[in-house]
């Protein structure tokens, strides 16, 4: 019947889902004030579970994030090159790094050019492709001066440029489909086989460690379903962690940990920001989608339910430096993390259509797409909704039912709650422990008397986590709910 439904109906129940899902978070944050007048006990065995599950996340958080340090450490110090030359065909596998830009600063996309010239794979097996919009009346002017210098450096340097078509949504995913597309038909002109080629959606701010390509190159020789597969590096946002504001450096240190700890949790790791896969895949799966925009997770999907349960993430344990969200001052600075947060948090808007492919996809085994879709879902629910059940859920059933203040749980719901949330701050050790040896190594210019700083901007967390997680995940959730579409905005680059 549910099969039937989306067949027969299927804009309205991808409505039906858009106001559910983020009905549910909405349910969750406010259960507290409406249940607790009835049965406030439930309220507080629900605070108390979830204090426990997040307990157990933080955990997991942590220790993974540990093995992958572990793990990024030894495998930074290996001959990638010398192994992936070993395999002879290594000569003939080429890298396509699609680099789509719009209004990007010169010297950014230059920098991230330098950095791919380190490449100890050789260089020219490496093609550039430079993906424009037709919007940016720069662009052409940018693409000419990067194509003159570095032109000659790698197997090749090309430029498209992609102008908006109708039913197409402004933004990264739609300019990665645009540029692949083009690049394939080059390639065959050329007389390559794409089963040979990588293709890297790199963000025009990604340093990639220098090893990146011989470590892809091994992996994919390697991997006999390798057309099944995604490849994924660790993204820190640490290239600029040292010019940020308090909150700017906090938010981001969790994120880099968390993603992190990804590559170590091989169920839920899901290609993200820049990452790598056989171009043949991309082609047969009909590219990056064109009418969304949060492209990463959209095209993990998409590949999943066409190819089935064989697609996964395979991890490489090297890190990706990118720049965290910045802008000219303090308060832009917090305004430009909020808008990357809420669009990162848009990708709820890709869960109807997971939800969909679930139903009606009959190929996939029913408990290995079951265990996709409920990490999707737990992820998109728990990310506006955590904070008001860790700050907020033990204090109000007490004060909405003052009969319930007066039993045995009521007067000790709030000292349990604190003692969970204590605990957790053995991980959130390690978490700092973790940040400190990963990041980059603090510039001469800043000041030794800011040192401790870093370790009291922690006491910064619950606030830093409502204005730029928390809040901009319920925006993106009510914003979906409500019908109104989110545009991509591109991160500002300084």
Not at 210 to 220: H, I
Request: charged share 20%.
């Amino acid at each position: 019947m549910l099969k039937q439904l989306f067949l027969t109906h299927p804009i309205a129940m991808k409505r039906l889902l858009e106001i559910g899902i983020p009905l549910i978070s909405w349910g969750i944050i406010t259960m507290p004030l409406w249940l607790s007048v009835w049965h406030p006990a439930v309220v507080a065995y629900f605070v108390i579970f979830f204090m426990v599950y997040w307990f157990y996340k933080s955990g997991m958080v942590a220790l993974n994030a540990l093995r992958s340090y572990l793990k990024l450490s030894a495998h930074t110090r290996v001959d990638w090159r010398t192994l992936a030359m070993e395999t002879r065909s290594a000569k003939n596998i080429r890298h396509l790094i699609i680099i789509p830009e719009y209004k990007e600063p010169i010297h950014v996309l230059r920098k991230t050019m330098e950095n791919l010239r380190k490449q100890t794979f050789p260089l020219k097996n490496l093609i550039i492709c430079l993906a424009t919009e037709s919007r940016d009346t720069e662009s052409q002017q940018t693409a000419r001066n990067l194509q003159k210098e570095f032109n000659n450096v790698f197997g090749d340097f090309w430029v498209t440029t992609h102008r908006l078509a109708p039913g197409e949504v402004a933004g990264k995913s739609s300019n990665m489909a645009h540029a692949a597309r083009v690049c394939v038909k080059k390639f065959r002109r050329l007389g390559y086989d794409i089963g040979d080629i990588t293709v890297t959606s790199c963000d025009a701010d990604a340093l990639l460690h220098p090893s990146y390509y011989s470590y892809l190159t091994y992996q994919f020789l390697r991997d006999g379903k390798r057309e099944y597969h995604f490849y994924q590096a660790g993204i820190l946002f640490y290239s600029n962690i040292w010019e940020l504001p308090i909150p700017g450096r906090v938010v981001n240190t969790i994120s880099s940990i968390f993603n992190l700890s990804l590559l170590s949790q091989n169920s839920r790791l899901i290609n993200f920001s820049t990452y790598s896969l056989s171009l043949k895949t991309a082609h047969e799966v009909g590219y990056w989608g064109v009418d969304v925009i949060p492209e990463d997770y959209h095209l993990f999907f998409k590949t999943y339910f066409k190819k089935g349960e064989n697609v996964w993430v395979v991890p490489i344990f090297l890190p990706i430096l990118v720049q965290a969200a910045q802008s000219t001052n303090f308060w832009k600075t917090l305004v430009n993390q909020y808008e990357q947060h809420k669009r990162w948090a848009w990708g709820v808007s890709d869960v109807p259509e997971v939800v969909r492919s679930y139903v009606l996809n009959q190929n996939i085994p029913v408990g290995d797409k079951t265990i996709r879709l409920f990490h999707l879902l737990e992820s998109h629910i728990v990310w506006p909704t955590n904070w008001f059940i860790l700050t907020l859920g033990a204090i109000i059933p007490p004060l909405i039912n003052r009969n319930f203040s007066r039993t045995l749980l009521g007067l000790h719901l709030s000292q349990i709650s604190s003692l969970i949330l204590t605990l957790c701050i053995v991980f959130l050790l390690i978490i700092i422990i973790l940040d400190a040896r990963i990041k980059p190594a603090r510039p001469h210019d800043y000041a030794r008397w800011k040192i401790p700083i870093l370790y009291l901007q922690w006491i910064t967390l619950p606030v830093v986590s409502f204005f730029l997680s928390a809040l901009p995940g319920l925006d993106a959730h009510t914003r979906l709910m409500l019908g109104k579409r989110l545009e991509y905005r591109v991160t500002e680059k300084v």
